[in-house]
T-cell receptor
Framework: AQSVAQPEDQVNVAEGNPLTVKCTYS??????LFWYVQYPNRGLQFLLK??????LVKGSYGFEAEFNKSQTSFHLKKPSALVSDSALYFC???????????FGTGTRLQVTL | NAGVTQTPKFQVLKTGQSMTLQCAQD?????MSWYRQDPGMGLRLIHY???????DQGEVPNGYNVSRSTTEDFPLRLLSAAPSQTSVYFC?????????????FGPGTRLLVL
C-alpha cells in the first residue's frame, strides 16, 4: 500500500525567509508525486508534480520541490516566503497503473511579517 | 471553462436523510473521483470512475453510492446520512486514468449531519 507522511502539522516562517514543507512517501514501484495548496474555504489547487527526469521540479507561485529517491522524500521549497503563501499544503502520491492519489495529512504554513 | 463545479456549497442533514452531492466538469475528462476531507486525516478517496458507465470503490466507500451516466457528471449519493459522514467533500477530475495525470478539484461541499 502507498502512503505519505507530512511530519509537521504547522510550519512558521517570517516573510522573506526561505520555507520548506516536508514530505516522505512509501510506494511499490516508481512514484508520481504532487503538491497541492488549499486556501481557507477553497478547493485544492495544483502546485507541481514529479513524474520523471530532473529531480528539481518548478511549479506555480515560485514554489519548487526536490525529489530524493534514496530518502523517499519530496520536500516543497520556496526561496522567499510571502504572507499570501499562508495556507494548507498537501503532498500526494500515485503509483502503478492507476490514478488513485494518496494524500498526506497536510501541513499548515503560517507566514508572518 | 468553469472547471469542476460542485453543488451545494453547504448542507445540513438529519440522521437518516438522503441527499445527492452534485459534481460536473466541462473539460471532457475521463477520470472523476470523490474525496472526503476530515481534520488531521488529509483527503481520502471514496469512489472513482474511469469513464461513463464505469465506477469503483476507493478507500472509504461505505455509506456512499455513485453512478456515471455521462462524461460530465459524477454525483455522490448518501442513502441514509450518519453523523460520521459530517465532512467536506471534494470532487476531482483528470484527463485520463494514469498515475501521472494531474487531478483538478472542485470548491467542495461542506456537509453537517445532525
Amino acid at each position: 500500500a502507498q502512503s505519505v507522511a507530512q511530519p509537521e502539522d504547522q510550519v512558521n516562517v517570517a516573510e522573506g525567509n526561505p520555507l520548506t514543507v516536508k514530505c516522505t512517501y512509501s510506494v511499490s514501484g516508481n512514484p508520481y508525486l504532487f503538491w497541492y495548496v488549499q486556501y481557507p474555504n477553497r478547493g485544492l489547487q495544483f502546485l507541481l508534480k514529479y513524474i520523471t527526469g530532473d529531480n528539481l521540479v518548478k511549479g506555480s507561485y515560485g514554489f519548487e520541490a526536490e525529489f530524493n529517491k534514496s530518502q523517499t522524500s519530496f520536500h516543497l521549497k520556496k526561496p522567499s516566503a510571502l504572507v499570501s503563501d499562508s495556507a494548507l499544503y498537501f503532498c500526494a502520491v500515485a503509483a502503478g497503473t492507476a490514478s488513485k492519489l494518496t494524500f498526506g495529512t497536510g501541513t499548515r504554513l503560517q507566514v508572518t511579517l | 471553462n468553469a472547471g469542476v463545479t460542485q453543488t451545494p456549497k453547504f448542507q445540513v442533514l438529519k440522521t437518516g436523510q438522503s441527499m445527492t452531492l452534485q459534481c460536473a466538469q466541462d473539460m471532457n475528462h475521463e477520470y472523476m473521483s470523490w474525496y472526503r476531507q476530515d481534520p488531521g486525516m488529509g483527503l481520502r478517496l471514496i469512489h472513482y470512475s474511469v469513464g461513463a458507465g464505469i465506477t469503483d470503490q476507493g478507500e472509504v466507500p461505505n455509506g456512499y453510492n455513485v453512478s456515471r451516466s455521462t462524461t460530465e457528471d459524477f454525483p455522490l449519493r448518501l442513502l441514509s446520512a450518519a453523523p460520521s459522514q459530517t465532512s467536506v467533500y471534494f470532487c476531482a477530475s483528470s484527463y485520463g486514468d494514469r498515475p501521472h495525470e494531474t487531478q483538478y478539484f472542485g470548491p467542495g461541499t461542506r456537509l453537517l449531519v445532525l
